[in-house]
């Protein structure tokens, strides 16, 4: 049986390195951002990790899948249809790989980020396949496939 990695933990109150916003995304202000990943997955398709930003207004376009928990302070999100929210400490919010959202910053936001790349429409076939299998030979419905939890 494979020993399973031992648990991890982590503190947003760490220090947070500098995260220079894209110059070409700064539409006002000096928006200075800050970072620190807390976690990264075996695989590298996921992490965690916690971000500020001062005040600013910027777009952000995403790359990979990204789900928000904002800790402190608050932000206007506009989408790409020109819906605006303000979104506060205590709300999520989801940015599918290939969204886009204009950010205002007034004073300051702190989010917690999980973010996780898309994994082939293939390799995500095989991985159900090998799950089937595996509870198939084990002879067990509740049994989780080593490796795939």
């Given at each position: 049986?494979?020993?399973?990695?031992?648990?991890?933990?982590?503190?947003?109150?760490?220090?947070?390195?500098?995260?220079?916003?894209?110059?070409?995304?700064?539409?006002?202000?000096?928006?200075?951002?800050?970072?620190?990943?807390?976690?990264?997955?075996?695989?590298?398709?996921?992490?965690?990790?916690?971000?500020?930003?001062?005040?600013?207004?910027?777009?952000?376009?995403?790359?990979?899948?990204?789900?928000?928990?904002?800790?402190?302070?608050?932000?206007?999100?506009?989408?790409s249809t020109g819906n605006c929210r303000l979104v506060t400490a205590g709300d999520t919010v989801f940015f599918p790989a290939g969204s886009h959202a204009e950010w205002t910053v007034e004073k300051y936001v702190k989010k917690v980020a999980f973010l996780r790349s898309t994994v082939p429409a293939p390799v995500v076939v095989g991985i159900r396949v090998f799950r089937r299998l595996w509870r198939l030979l084990s002879g067990s419905r509740n049994e989780s496939a080593p490796m795939f939890g």
């Open positions: 049986m494979a020993i399973r990695p031992p648990i991890e933990f982590g503190c947003i109150t760490d220090t947070l390195g500098a995260r220079p916003i894209r110059p070409a995304w700064i539409l006002e202000g000096q928006p200075m951002a800050r970072s620190r990943t807390l976690f990264t997955s075996a695989d590298g398709t996921a992490s965690m990790l916690v971000w500020e930003c001062t005040a600013g207004r910027f777009n952000w376009f995403y790359a990979i899948d990204e789900s928000v928990y904002v800790v402190e302070g608050s932000v206007q999100l506009k989408d």
